[in-house]
């Protein structure tokens, strides 16, 4: 390929200092509340608009579309988008060629200037970002304030990961040699993040890729598209040159396969389920005509997480742990608790105290700020309703059950919990992706650490136990990525928890960790013998 002149030069705006985790907002207090509201009925004006495809910077529309509705309320339109298909799969990896060859001879110091900046500026928006996950995937205040938090975590965390990993040296500088190590840029990236953290894990996998010096061609969920059109929209007004992004919607089955397939397409990262994951890799694997490389994919597909809760264990805390990461966003996260594994010694009183606590739970409209909202869409509440149906004959109904239909027109469910669900049944053993917690009598805690082990995936999970024997024990044997002792299996923090599973659960990428920018770079060793 030719080589292309750099683009113009972004301003460099380095940050100094360690990095910090993004401060949560403190809704304790009025006057953020004020704000909440404003940013709300702001976006609530902006509702309905129509986005364009961008393709090498320039808007594109097409005949079908894309209408996000509000999960809370359905006969809201969020944003009406256009829907590539494979007509635009070409256009959208020639423009990202075209990009690579100047976007990977800008500095690192540009770079990740863009990304500083782009953290500055949703910093300075945030309240709104947030409110547009409110409507469009039915987050409450604090599920968006976490998914905002940590999209600027990533901008802040790998921009200072990307200069670090500027500096690398070979560890060893032979007599009469000037050896040097470099991260070099992959190429065209295919980046296909999940609808449950639409911003958060969306910026993630693109903000790795262009600071690492790759182009992407970004396809979000069509059921979340219009917070992945705003941020492309920040991106471009931070200064990303055209062609870096370019955000492309449409069908998986379409548009997807063929950019995974296409032999210009370096690597796909992807986050969503254990199907399409697996279909992606096995797609991948294929030498297409012309491919030149071995594609990489990184991929997080999800988990049926378990937290063990010992006899030992202080019950309370346990419970409200277990409740947290149970329900939070209506379960609908890939390392939420749906399975509690519960000593038959305290199984009956951690029961009836998770009964009382699961019960406080608040369902209702998202812009109100409830404990629980809607689940994505109607095909997800009719799915999980099916498989509470299942709980009810193979368990105990403890609580829940059915919609939450006092909670108005969208799509709620209760917040569920069913007893006595014997191991390796149906509900015990796949994913269901919403507020349905099944609990699990164990004998002892060998026997909780072979239940909770007993599954094809690996993500998180969780030990309460006073026993530092215990604890120990399951560092060792509880097979997961992201394991936490005397504290529920959600949550993970940017730096502090580098996220990312084993088995089923994906690739164990360890997105937020010292590594990942590893995943979207390779290493070019150079050897020159001094003269």
Known sequence: MATMEAPPRLQVRLHEGAFKNEPFVDFSKEENVRRMRTALEKVRGQLGREYDLIIGGKRVKTADKIRSINPAKPSEVVGVHQKAGRDHVEPAVNAALKAFESW?????????????????VMRER????????????????FEADADISETIDFCEFYAREALRFAKAEAPVQLPGERDSLTYIPLGVGVVIPPWNFPCAI??????????????VVLKPS???????????ELLEECGMPEGVVNFCPGGGASFGDALVAHPKTRYIAFTGSREVGLHINQTAAQQQPGQLWIKRTILEMGGKDAIVVDADADIDSAVEGVAQAAFGFQGQKCSACSRAIVDERVYDKFLEKLKARTERITVGDPTMNPNMAAVINEGSMNDILRYIEIGKKDGRLITGGGRATSAGEGYFIQPTVIADIPAKSKLEQEEIFGPVLVVIKSRNFDHALEIANDTEFGLTGAVYSSSREKLDRAVREFHVGNLYLNRKCTGAMVGAHPFGG?????TDSKSGGPDYLYLFTQAKSVGEKIV
């Open 104 to 120: 990977r001879n800008t500095s690192v110091e540009e770079r990740a200037s863009l990304l500083f900046r782009v953290g500055d």
């Open 502 to 506: 084993f088995n089923m659960s994906g």
């Open 202 to 215: 969306m910026a993630g996998m693109t903000l790795a890729s262009i600071v690492s010096g790759n182009t």
């Open 126 to 141: 945030k309240l709104e970002f947030m409110a547009w996950l409110v409507f469009e995937v039915s987050k409450n205040w």
């Open 222 to 232: 069509s059921d979340s598209p219009t917070i992945a059109a705003k941020f492309v």
